[in-house]
Nanobody, 131 residues
Framework: QEKLMQSGGGSVQVGGSLKLSCAAS????????MGWFRQAPGKPREGVAS???????TYGESVLGRFTISKDRFKDTLYLEMNSLKPEDTAMYYC?????????????????????????WGQGTQVTVSS
């Protein structure tokens, strides 16, 4: 059974950095689109970044230049490196994976992955940025 286990996150001051990890079990990252999403209190979940089977990455405008999505094919682990963090980055962060229906390609809107293509989700990890 496919399972995504997240780690990382925590609390940091403005301008700080954090790195999130998402390890797969029963699933191989290389063939599928992977993404990171976040949800702040009282707001809908939004796409943050995606990486497709060829390693092509996309980012939402609010994180472009500050966040980096990557994957380690040998460890089957997805990462989100977050730099220059702002209070508005405070949210619960989720990793997600699609099941191959889109043949490893990510569907995005303005660089943000589209939630409806993803079938598997991590458990979420909190990121809090304080000023």
């Amino acid at each position: 059974q496919e399972k995504l286990m997240q780690s990382g996150g925590g609390s940091v001051q403005v301008g700080g950095s954090l790195k999130l990890s998402c390890a797969a079990s029963g699933y191989t990252y290389n063939d599928y689109c992977m993404g990171w999403f976040r949800q702040a209190p009282g707001k809908p979940r939004e796409g943050v970044a995606s990486i497709d089977s060829d390693g092509v990455t996309t980012y939402g405008e609010s994180v472009l230049g500050r966040f980096t999505i990557s994957k380690d094919r040998f460890k089957d682990t997805l990462y989100l490196e977050m730099n220059s963090l702002k209070p508005e980055d405070t949210a619960m962060y989720y990793c997600a994976a699609e099941d191959g229906y889109y043949k490893g390609k990510c569907l995005t809107v303005a660089g943000r992955p589209r939630e409806e293509i993803f079938n598997y989700w991590g458990q979420g990890t909190q990121v809090t940025v304080s000023s």
